[in-house]
């Protein structure tokens, strides 16, 4: 299964504080994509790695892809409350597309 | 611009009944996919269109799940019996163009399906 796997599946921290989520895949990939889903706005797309990037930034969010190691991380500079959600990592090759099995991230305020 | 829209929201039925889902894609969208989320879990691609061609549907399980696109806009998903293991939130996404997972895709608010 090309589906990634995102570490670690629950995270709390302190609103200001920093949130690192971390996403595995196991082959080849055209792109990787991170998704936001909480019960207030669905899922939500946050952002777009292409293969032959390295690093990312939007915002507050900062993503790197590190294709020698299948792996992706997504860093969320001083979170907010709002920012209380799940954060899934998806894949894509060709026609298809994977999503992780999500990072529960918790912000207390 | 409107979103994704999606009906019913949720969806309670016995085992081995119908259900249809119906999702209305973002104006000018052409590619529609149909996603299976179940609870603790990353959402699962079932069928990918674009426009009103199928593009992927290997992981839809075809003996009781169908799903079409007429006119290239609005699609319906159907179960044909449902089996307890299909609940599930049954999420519609659209992207501007072709290529799954090459665009970002916009997604309708889902339809939760309970099957008892």
């Known amino acids: 299964s090309q589906q990634g796997e995102e570490d670690p599946q629950a995270l709390s921290i302190q609103e200001g504080e920093n949130a690192t989520m971390n996403c595995s895949y196991k082959t080849s990939i055209n792109n990787l994509q991170w998704y936001r889903q909480n019960s207030g706005r669905g899922l939500v797309h946050l952002i777009l790695?292409?293969?032959?990037?390295r690093e990312k930034h939007s915002g507050r969010l900062r993503v790197t892809l590190d294709t020698s190691k299948k792996s992706s991380s997504l860093l969320i500079t001083a979170s907010r409350a709002a920012d209380t959600a799940s954060y899934f990592c998806?894949?894509?090759?060709?026609?298809?597309?994977?999503f992780g099995t999500g990072t529960s991230l918790t912000v207390i305020p | 611009e409107a979103g994704v829209a999606q009906s019913p929201r949720y969806k309670i039925i016995e085992k081995r009944q119908s259900v249809a889902f119906w999702c209305n894609p973002i104006s000018g969208h052409a590619t529609l996919y149909w996603y299976q989320q179940i609870l603790g879990q990353g959402p699962k691609l079932l069928i990918q269109?674009?426009?009103?061609?199928?593009?992927?549907d290997s992981q839809l399980p075809k003996d009781r799940f169908s799903a079409e696109r007429l006119k290239g806009v609005d699609s319906t998903l159907k179960i044909q019996p449902a089996k307890l293991e299909d609940s599930a939130v049954y999420l519609c996404?659209?992207?501007?163009?072709?290529?799954?997972?090459?665009?970002?895709?916009?997604f309708g608010p889902g339809t939760r399906l309970t099957v008892l």
């Open positions: 996404a659209s992207s501007l163009d072709g290529g799954v997972g090459l665009n970002e895709q916009f």
């Open positions: 998806a894949t894509g090759l060709g026609n298809q597309f994977y």
């Open positions: 269109f674009q426009n009103n061609g199928v593009v992927d």
């Open positions: 790695i292409r293969s032959n990037e």
